[in-house]
């Protein structure tokens, strides 16, 4: 099976468990004014070691010179609310807890010839293109004008219809840029040079293949370097006979419209003609402001890699859509196209006839935990603020400041990219799918892949882009820098307070002497960032005897107090919420990343780490057009010698697919193939599309009888991975 690379990777969710409960109501959240006498207050301080060089930008930072932080004493320091983030992300793991930061976002997608069937196909079935329309047109597509207005309820956007070209059926056409050159009206839009040679295919069946290695080159050296997206506000006449434009600019021609167009990709020769006489008879139609919020952050995603995006045609800004001056088409809005489901709601919007859709779920859906009632341990212990309640935490994080400062440096590298959750095989929990039927934010049952976590290296790499406004110049801290951070905590339970030192070291530091590492800061894609925290000491109040003397009294917790507090965490979710931590896969993965120094073998393959948007780019390796699912994390850290023995005691079921009973040497090969303990269990009856569902396995292996195809392909088509014992060694289908 084909996997896609990243420098990231996800640390899984654990659906089986239920999110424990710290607090069932309110009123049992513990005051803050207030020492308790049956709760914990004091500090933590810790040490943080850069193991390689470090960034954290601070606010004299700008997008193309970011320094380090300093505090107010001018010394370099990591921001406490850094460290507020990257503990609470630990506490979240280790408490399953709902994750709040996660966005609910609504993502839009738009496939076409995308190689994940399944998706195309649903894209399709809601975006239809009338096979039997003369006018190449996605069936049911309007033109409209967008407008805003300021409502009480805010600056509301509405869609403005309008009429069709009398009885055409139709409230625009494609038209060739030949056409409209010969007929003049193109007024600087066109999008090439000269007029386009025609196409002639030396067959139907190999149209498409020549089209684009044959015909789309020609185009290029055609193309008008200085062609940009347009609105024409020009009245043009035109008439329609035997499926052909005719009369454009001719007076007496019965309809009039004008041209539009998005910018320029490969292989495009048409324009849009659209009509632009208003529909009274027919209501504005109301966009929702979710859909209005999915457009722009969709513009805005998609503005990194394609500049053109930038182009106002593109925007819904209220800046960009109100009248600029009197004339009468800008006046009435922006012309945008849309379509109407069949219950009168609005399916989409866009620039063009084949516009991106919303996903039928929002990104939170894919989130396992759920609390119906009650309050988390992080919502509990970090405090929360939501629509009319709020509650303060109970932990304050200082600075850590560094004071033994290695040196510093400054380095030109590309700006990492910002996430981009509408990559679902990268995003989405696609174990047993391949690239042609991935799951997606339209399947009700999908999962999100995790918490995320970028791959550490030995050594960072320096990446410059051959775009100067993808780079910018950052300062770091170099890699042996120590700084020491602290912790203030307030009136916290035993458990709580475990889960606050696991969530700094969850391994105890006596018995276990590898380095617990992770990374933060900026650059976290290139191996910037790598630390370990180490040299812990608690120092719990005692309140009672605080009350009668000037100063709070202190006591030092040794090791052994520490892993005290840690054990009556992980017991008493054992005991009270029925969940072993150690044995979950949140925690096992958690356990093996934090403990993984490098992945090397797995990233220095790849460059940056990053796959290249488009095939052209790359012909080796995948790229993100090829749409296969990002490998397992459990999988990459076996194959790493540094995680091998925390992954690998993990037993899967395997389907021993034989007649004959597998011996230990056979077992042995498959653990080995597989990297983990395998429990093998027998069947001889063939699979086939009838009875596979019933085979709940993700791996199936064959003994060294021939099988028939049907039967591989049956699995392979279903998800599974095909294994063949042949001479004695594993060979994957």
């Not at 007029?195 to 684009?212: H, T, V």
């Not at 100067?468 to 820098?481: L, Q, S």
């Not at 993984?596 to 948007?613: F, H, L, P, R």
């Amino acid at each position: 099976m084909n996997y896609s690379y990243a420098p990231y990777n996800f640390i899984p969710f654990t659906p089986s468990v239920k999110t424990p409960v710290a607090y069932s109501d309110r009123e049992d959240l513990p005051v803050h004014d207030v020492f308790l006498d049956d709760r914990l207050s004091g500090r933590i301080e810790y040490d943080i070691t850069a193991l390689t060089d470090i960034i954290v930008g601070g606010a004299a930072s700008d997008k193309n010179n970011k320094k380090f932080f300093k505090n107010g004493q001018g010394q370099y320091a990591i921001p406490g609310s850094t460290m507020r983030g990257f503990f609470r992300t630990h506490a979240e793991i280790l408490s399953f807890s709902y994750p709040d930061m996660i966005e609910d976002k609504v993502f839009l997608y738009r496939k076409f010839a995308d190689a994940c069937v399944k998706l195309r196909n649903e894209y399709s079935s809601r975006m239809k293109v009338d096979e039997n329309s003369e006018y190449g047109i996605p069936a049911g597509v309007k033109a409209g004008y967008i407008y805003c207005k300021k409502e009480k309820e805010g600056v509301c956007y509405y869609i403005r219809p309008v009429k069709q070209f009398g009885s055409l059926g139709t409230t625009f056409f494609k038209v060739h840029e030949n056409t409209l050159r010969k007929s003049g009206v193109l007024s600087g839009h066109s999008m090439y040079t000269e007029e386009l040679p025609p196409f002639k295919p030396s067959s139907s069946q190999n149209a498409l293949d020549e089209y684009k290695k044959q015909y789309i080159p020609i185009l290029q050296g055609m193309k008008n370097t200085n062609y940009k997206a347009y609105r024409s506000n020009r009245m043009i006449k035109f008439d329609y006979k035997e499926g052909h434009l005719t009369g454009i600019n001719n007076d007496k021609s019965p309809y009039s419209g004008v041209l539009l167009n998005s910018s320029y990709i490969d292989g495009k020769t048409h324009h849009y003609f659209v009509s632009a006489d208003i529909n009274t008879s027919v209501n504005s139609i109301r966009i929702n402001d979710m859909y209005i919020e999915a457009y722009r952050n969709d513009l805005e995603r998609n503005r990194i890699q394609n500049r053109n995006l930038k182009h106002p045609f593109y925007s819904l800004d209220e800046k960009d859509i109100k009248v600029k001056n009197n004339d009468e088409i800008t006046k009435k809005g922006k012309l945008f196209f849309y379509k109407v489901n069949s219950d009168g709601t609005l399916l989409g919007f866009g620039p063009t006839p084949y516009f991106r859709i919303l996903y039928k779920n929002p990104v939170k859906k894919g989130i396992p935990y759920n609390v119906e009632s009650g309050y988390d341990y992080v919502k509990a212990m970090f405090g929360y603020a939501g629509k009319g309640e709020s509650y303060k935490s109970r932990i304050s994080f200082q600075n850590a400041v560094a004071h033994s400062v290695i040196g510093t440096d400054s380095k030109c590298m590309m700006v990492s990219g910002t996430p981009r959750g509408t990559a679902v095989q990268m995003y989405l929990d696609q174990t047993g799918k391949n690239e042609t039927n991935l799951k997606s934010y339209n399947d009700d049952d999908f999962l999100l892949g995790g918490y995320k976590v970028y791959w550490k290296r030995s050594n960072p790499i320096e990446y410059k882009s051959n775009k100067d406004n993808m780079n910018a110049t950052y300062e770091m801290v170099k890699a042996g820098t120590v700084f020491s951070g602290s912790i203030y905590f307030n009136n916290l339970s035993r458990e709580e307070l475990g889960l606050l030192l696991l969530s700094i070291q969850y391994k105890n530091p006596e018995e276990e002497k590898r380095d617990e590492t992770y990374l933060i800061g900026g650059a976290k894609a290139y191996g910037f960032g790598k630390i370990k925290l180490d040299n812990i000491r608690l120092y719990t109040d005692d309140t009672r005897k605080s009350f009668i003397n000037i100063n709070v009294i202190e006591n030092k917790k040794t090791v052994d107090d520490i892993e005290g507090y840690k054990n009556d965490y992980k017991e008493s979710l054992k005991n009270t919420y029925e969940i072993d931590l150690e044995k979950t896969a949140t925690f096992r993965v958690y356990k093996a990343y934090a403990m993984q120094s490098k992945v090397d073998e797995y990233v220095k393959a790849y460059d940056t780490g990053y796959m290249k948007i488009s095939r052209k780019a790359d012909k080796i390796n995948p790229t993100y057009p090829d749409r296969y699912p990002l490998a397992d994390i459990e999988t990459i850290l076996k194959e790493n010698l540094n995680a091998e023995s925390e992954v690998s005691s993990k037993t899967i079921d395997v389907l021993w697919r034989s007649c004959k009973k597998p011996d230990s040497n056979v077992k042995k090969l498959i653990e080995k193939h597989l990297g983990t303990k395998v429990n093998l269990i027998s069947s001889s009856e063939t699979i086939n599309l009838i009875n596979v569902k019933k085979y709940d396995y993700k791996t199936i292996v064959f003994d060294e009888v021939r099988i028939s195809k049907d039967e591989i392909n049956c699995l392979k088509e279903d998800g599974r991975i095909v294994l063949q014992i042949e001479r004695n060694q594993v060979v994957e289908k």
